[in-house]
């Protein structure tokens, strides 16, 4: 065991500081809640789900954990779902007779097989409702659900039928980009899911002190001991978040790096990270504009400073349903947060890169 693993964690002994999370979790999906869990990159959700896991599975209730990552249409959440099953044996057992019969899917030595459906909403529903019929209470975990974004109409017209004809069936969602976690965390009157948004379930990033014995506790692990001035730089300059926190005590434990030369690979490990997922979400869009708003907003900025940006940018006149429609889709992503009309980045490695101009 180690604090310093760079795998999300699954063991409740690994996973450091989230008792009160995971005991509401857990409580939530007793009852038969749906949850969404949410936070910022890093932050430890997908930790959460796997610990919530493995304490799941001794209560007796199954657990199947798809990670969308890279999934971008219908096949690839069908292929997922098959994968998380296959993990859960037990339930693979109660389902696989059934299963069989189903259109596009085969059992072998492996367990569950997908072959090319014509149909893959249908095998997943099938799927589904074979699991509901006979799996008994079982959790349904979507991990980067935000993949899912370009199916995100289909997708919830299945889930509410879910919701609707098998109880026994809970979903938690978790991501990192929430274009499509609001659509269904806020569906409006037009959405399959209207009233019935799932419960919210925030991480946030450790609280100084937390992320101060957090590194010391790791550290201990390898009976190293470190100086209270170095954890406190480190604690600022990673803004307490638990997966950053993890890297850098890797490179010092692990990797036996010099603290400064740990510091600098986390951050700029970080910033690599944040880069390609800046990108990805500035495809396809005026990204002049959404980069201005965004480097406003690094400083922080109050609305009429963005517009400004966003005016001196374009090098003309915005309107303000322009500007209002960056900063929504922005605090949609999680990329901004608003204050009583500031807004600002909380992520300190998008902070980063946004002020010393590396994307432009
Ligand atoms: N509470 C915790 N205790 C110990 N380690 C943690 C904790 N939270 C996160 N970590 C570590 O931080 C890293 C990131 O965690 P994880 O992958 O669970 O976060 P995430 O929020 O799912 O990240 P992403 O946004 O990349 O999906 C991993 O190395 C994990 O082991
Ligand atoms: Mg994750």
Redesign the pocket.
């Known amino acids: 065991m180690s604090?310093f693993?760079?795998?999300?964690?699954e063991s409740p002994n690994?996973?450091?500081?989230?008792e009160k999370e995971l005991e509401e979790l857990i409580r939530l999906i007793k009852a038969r809640r749906w949850i969404a869990v949410l936070?910022?990159?890093?932050?430890?959700?997908?930790?959460?789900l796997?610990v919530a896991n493995t304490k799941l599975e001794k209560a007796k209730i199954k657990t199947v954990y798809t990670n969308l990552w890279g999934a971008k249409a219908t096949n690839g959440l069908l292929k997922a779902l098959a994968r998380g099953l296959n993990d859960e044996k037990s339930l693979l057992q109660k389902i696989k007779d059934a299963a069989k019969r189903i259109e596009g899917v085969s059992i072998g030595s492996g367990g569950i097989a997908i072959s090319v459906s014509k149909k893959p909403m249908t095998t997943i529903w099938d799927l589904l409702e074979t699991i509901g019929n006979q799996a008994g209470d079982c959790v349904i975990e979507l991990?980067?659900v935000q993949e899912l974004a370009a199916i995100s109409g289909r997708l919830l017209k299945l889930l509410a039928n879910i919701f609707n004809t098998h109880p026994n069936i809970v979903f938690v969602f978790?991501?990192?980009m929430f274009g499509l976690m609001k659509t269904l965390l806020e569906p409006g009157a037009s959405s399959p899911l209207y009233g019935r948004s799932p419960a919210k379930l925030y991480?946030q990033p450790f609280e100084k002190e937390l992320a101060q014995q957090?590194l010391q506790k790791g550290f201990k692990e390898y009976n190293l001991t470190i100086k209270d001035e170095i954890v406190n730089e480190v604690v600022e300059r990673l803004d307490g978040i638990?997966?950053w926190?993890?890297?850098y005590g890797n490179n010092v434990a692990v990797r036996k790096l010099p603290h400064k030369k740990a510091l600098e690979e986390t951050l700029s490990e970080g910033t690599k990270?944040v880069k390609d997922e800046l990108e990805h979400f500035l495809e396809g869009r005026d990204r002049q504009a959404y980069l201005a708003a965004l480097k406003a907003a690094a400083t922080p900025a109050r609305w009429t400073e963005i517009k400004g940006a966003v005016e001196i940018a374009k090098a003309s006149t915005v309107n303000d349903a322009t500007v209002y429609r960056i900063l929504e889709n922005l605090k949609a992503a999680m990329i901004i947060q608003e204050k009583e009309n500031v807004y600002r980045v909380d992520d300190p490695m998008l902070r980063t890169l946004l002020l010393t101009s590396q994307v432009t």
């Open positions: 604090l693993n760079l795998n999300p964690k690994e996973l450091f500081g989230r936070g910022p990159r890093m932050v430890g959700k997908t930790s959460l796997k991990d980067e978790t991501g990192s991480l957090f638990p997966g926190l993890t890297l990270i």
